[in-house]
């Protein structure tokens, strides 16, 4: 029973990663709330570790120092590439702050967390920095060239569709425009800051976090549906093929599709894409199949959770689809805050 359920969290979390840490990570800053408002510096200097962890070998390899690359170490290495790439950790912070602001502040839980969204926002930080350092490197100046020398890009990033290059590149330039917004955000939630700001001023620069999510809704789209229009070659539909993997080999693979989605960070950064990419949507959903239960030692393997395997094409729909519903339930519920409030 314990089993299938872990079978069946694990499996959530490789088709919806995104859902999954939000749950999670609401329930840990709901149960922390105290801790994180009594300690919140031992809290920033533990988000704060991984984003030096990759900003000191970053930048000395910019200057040509080769230090030491933390992300070969294995486990650790894994959240510093989630940090990268505002998996787990980034992307559900952002979103729990962002609904405090739309949520019954009467509510016990939307109370203790309220009474921690200022840290929140602080600890957010850390993996936008790390997110934005790489990205802005590696990615940006390419994105740049889509916009500059159009038919080059196309070459080089052997994209084959141009309006998905577009909303990628336009993403990138959108991430920016991000940057130079979030940082006098994230400045100013810092208490210092804010008492010499003084609070009339310091919430009117707030109201700009509204323009933030919007953009951030934006960009998170334009990377998804730009990454669908030209999608990785290991995306790509594969022959309907009887698949008898033993249990374990297919979990582990349903498990490495989890940050495979995630990382679009290579692509992004080479351009996009291959060149016989747009296939239909119901092949894809076809190869959707549940893998053959394996035969070990002559008995049939029950057939779990874990042995689904969902294709990276229809995780991407998934993941499309809960953008979709998080930023539209947002919207719904701060505006029927406004209401109420104005009543
Ligand atoms: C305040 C600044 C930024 C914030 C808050 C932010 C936020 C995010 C979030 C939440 C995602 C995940 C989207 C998803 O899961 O669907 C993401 C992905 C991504 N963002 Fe940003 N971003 C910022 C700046 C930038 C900049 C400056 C660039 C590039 C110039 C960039 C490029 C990307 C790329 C390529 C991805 C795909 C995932 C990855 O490989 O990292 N972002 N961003």
């Given at each position: 029973m314990?089993?299938?359920?872990i079978d069946?969290?694990?499996?959530?979390?490789?088709?919806?990663?995104?859902l999954v840490?939000?749950?999670v990570?609401?329930?840990?800053?709901?149960?922390?709330?105290?801790?994180?408002?009594k300690?919140?510096?031992v809290y920033?200097?533990?988000?704060?570790?991984?984003?030096?962890?990759?900003?000191?070998p970053?930048t000395?390899?910019?200057l040509?120092?080769?230090?030491f690359?933390?992300?070969?170490?294995?486990?650790?290495?894994g959240?510093l590439?989630?940090y990268?790439?505002?998996?787990?950790?980034?992307?559900?912070?952002?979103i729990?702050?962002?609904?405090?602001?739309?949520?019954n502040?009467?509510?016990?839980t939307?109370?203790?967390?309220?009474?921690?969204?200022?840290?929140?926002?602080i600890?957010?930080?850390?993996?936008?920095?790390t997110?934005?350092l790489?990205?802005v490197?590696?990615?940006?100046p390419n994105?740049?060239?889509f916009?500059?020398?159009n038919e080059?890009y196309?070459?080089?990033?052997?994209?084959?569709?141009a309006l998905g290059?577009?909303l990628?590149?336009?993403?990138?330039v959108?991430?920016?425009?991000m940057l130079?917004?979030?940082?006098?955000?994230?400045?100013?939630?810092?208490?210092s800051?804010?008492?010499?700001?003084g609070?009339?001023k310091?919430k009117?620069l707030q109201r700009?976090?509204?323009?933030?999510y919007?953009?951030?809704?934006?960009?998170a789209m334009?990377?998804?549906?730009?990454?669908?229009?030209?999608?990785?070659e290991r995306?790509?539909?594969?022959?309907?093929?009887?698949?008898?993997a033993?249990?374990?080999?297919?979990?582990?693979?349903?498990n490495?599709?989890?940050?495979?989605?995630r990382?679009?960070a290579d692509r992004?950064?080479?351009?996009?894409?291959?060149?016989?990419a747009v296939?239909?949507?119901?092949?894809?959903?076809?190869?959707?199949?549940?893998?053959?239960?394996?035969?070990?030692?002559g008995?049939?393997?029950?057939?779990?959770?874990?042995?689904?395997?969902?294709d990276?094409?229809?995780?991407r729909y998934?993941?499309?689809?809960?953008?979709i519903l998080?930023?539209?339930?947002?919207?719904?519920?701060?505006m029927?805050k406004a209401?109420?409030k104005?009543?």
């Amino acid at each position: 029973m314990i089993k299938l359920l872990i079978d069946f969290i694990q499996f959530l979390n490789t088709i919806a990663p995104l859902l999954v840490s939000l749950a999670v990570l609401t329930l840990l800053a709901a149960l922390l709330s105290k801790s994180i408002k009594k300690h919140a510096t031992v809290y920033y200097i533990a988000m704060a570790v991984p984003f030096a962890m990759v900003a000191i070998p970053f930048t000395g390899r910019l200057l040509g120092i080769e230090l030491f690359n933390f992300n070969r170490i294995p486990f650790l290495g894994g959240i510093l590439r989630d940090y990268i790439h505002m998996g787990t950790l980034g992307f559900p912070l952002l979103i729990i702050i962002m609904y405090m602001g739309a949520l019954n502040p009467k509510n016990s839980t939307v109370k203790k967390l309220l009474g921690i969204r200022k840290e929140l926002s602080i600890m957010s930080g850390f993996p936008i920095l790390t997110h934005s350092l790489i990205r802005v490197t590696n990615s940006f100046p390419n994105a740049l060239k889509f916009f500059t020398d159009n038919e080059g890009y196309m070459e080089s990033a052997r994209a084959i569709n141009a309006l998905g290059a577009g909303l990628t590149s336009f993403s990138f330039v959108l991430g920016i425009l991000m940057l130079a917004l979030f940082i006098p955000l994230w400045v100013t939630s810092f208490n210092s800051v804010h008492k010499r700001m003084g609070s009339v001023k310091w919430k009117k620069l707030q109201r700009w976090s509204y323009v933030l999510y919007a953009m951030l809704f934006i960009h998170a789209m334009c990377i998804q549906s730009g990454s669908m229009l030209n999608p990785r070659e290991r995306e790509m539909p594969k022959p309907a093929i009887e698949v008898t993997a033993t249990t374990s080999e297919t979990h582990n693979r349903n498990n490495r599709g989890n940050s495979e989605l995630r990382e679009n960070a290579d692509r992004s950064d080479s351009g996009n894409g291959n060149k016989n990419a747009v296939q239909p949507i119901a092949d894809s959903i076809l190869r959707t199949e549940a893998v053959r239960p394996a035969v070990r030692n002559g008995h049939q393997q029950g057939q779990g959770f874990a042995d689904i395997k969902v294709d990276a094409q229809i995780r991407r729909y998934i993941h499309t689809a809960s953008l979709i519903l998080i930023f539209g339930s947002y919207l719904y519920l701060r505006m029927r805050k406004a209401r109420m409030k104005k009543k």
